[in-house]
């Protein structure tokens, strides 16, 4: 899987950026430098918040920006109904990952694979996950210009054993985005778009309050699908639609209707969610 977000795409999370960079982009970058000062880089770091606020993204563009391969992993892929397939999952994950160093892991929803072992609900099965995920961290072989990141918006539910340094001794929060980043993910996505004169973009990010960044793409995606159903309501005929292209714009309107409509989206309990306006 080849990663092409850079940190130009990802609006705001400058603290946030600037500690993955530090933890995993410069010494990846420069390992020599590190070894020389022998300082001693974190094996594993661990981001967490609440849904929909970048995380993957962020992992991303750490492969991006520090010209590392990139493996993804979803935590729910990895268990198996057989006994030894999951542990044999994790195991195979971090031979491919030490073959193709300098390489970036992301394990996505970690809390599926790695929960308090000993609490109840957790069978045998998933606490063996764990202790193959501590020994291939913490174990002999060594993980040379390998990096760990793993996402979860459940920060209570991961066995404290894999917190410790040494494994997770990183851990950053990843927040919901405030107005200066939301304005900032509004401008990323409302490049190169045809908007009208009377877009007010700082307007929209006020009135996005409480949103996460998944949110702000939805309004910008929203706003746009909002403009092709007028536009295609008026030249049904694919003729006339690429001849009237350029008269297709996206404006203020366009953008608070796409606001309301994220908003009532998001107020729904999930069993009134009929359409989804989200394209992700």
């Given at each position: 899987?080849?990663?092409?977000?850079?940190?130009?795409?990802?609006?705001?999370?400058?603290?946030?950026?600037?500690?993955?960079?530090?933890?995993?982009?410069?010494?990846?970058?420069?390992?020599?430098?590190?070894?020389?000062?022998?300082?001693?880089?974190?094996?594993?770091?661990?981001?967490?918040?609440?849904?929909?606020?970048?995380?993957?993204?962020?992992?991303?563009?750490?492969?991006?920006?520090?010209?590392?391969?990139?493996?993804?992993?979803?935590?729910?892929?990895?268990?198996?109904?057989?006994?030894?397939?999951?542990?044999?999952?994790?195991?195979?994950?971090?031979?491919?990952?030490?073959?193709?160093?300098?390489?970036?892991?992301?394990f996505d929803e970690i809390d599926s694979i790695a929960p308090i072992r000993g609490m109840e609900g957790v069978n045998a099965g998933t606490e063996r996950m764990v202790s193959q995920l501590l020994t291939e961290m913490d174990g002999i072989?060594?993980?040379?210009?390998?990096?760990?990141?793993?996402?979860?918006?459940?920060?209570?539910?991961?066995?404290?054993?894999?917190?410790?340094?040494?494994?997770?001794?990183?851990?950053?929060?990843?927040?919901?985005p405030d107005i200066s980043t939301r304005l900032k993910i509004l401008e990323i996505y409302a490049k190169e778009k045809p908007l009208t004169s009377d877009v007010n973009l700082q307007r929209i990010a006020e009135l996005t309050d409480g949103f996460s960044g998944a949110d702000m793409s939805a309004v910008a995606n929203t706003a746009i699908s909002l403009v092709l159903h007028e536009y295609l309501q008026k030249y049904s005929n694919p003729e006339d639609a690429a001849k009237h292209a350029s008269e297709a714009h996206v404006t203020m309107k366009h953008f608070e209707d796409a606001v309301k409509k994220i908003k009532t989206q998001r107020d729904m309990k999930p069993g009134e969610k009929l359409t989804l306006s989200q394209y992700r």
């Open positions: 899987e080849s990663p092409d977000v850079e940190w130009i795409d990802i609006g705001g999370l400058d603290e946030v950026k600037r500690e993955l960079q530090e933890a995993v982009e410069w010494p990846l970058r420069y390992p020599d430098l590190y070894t020389k000062l022998g300082h001693s880089v974190p094996k594993g770091i661990l981001m967490h918040g609440p849904s929909g606020t970048g995380k993957t993204m962020l992992a991303k563009a750490v492969a991006t920006e520090s010209e590392a391969n990139f493996i993804s992993v979803k935590g729910p892929e990895l268990l198996s109904k057989w006994i030894g397939e999951s542990e044999r999952g994790i195991r195979e994950i971090f031979r491919r990952a030490r073959q193709a160093a300098p390489c970036v892991v992301f072989q060594e993980l040379n210009g390998v990096v760990i990141i793993a996402a979860t918006n459940r920060l209570d539910m991961i066995d404290s054993a894999l917190l410790r340094p040494g494994r997770f001794d990183k851990i950053v929060f990843v927040p919901k």
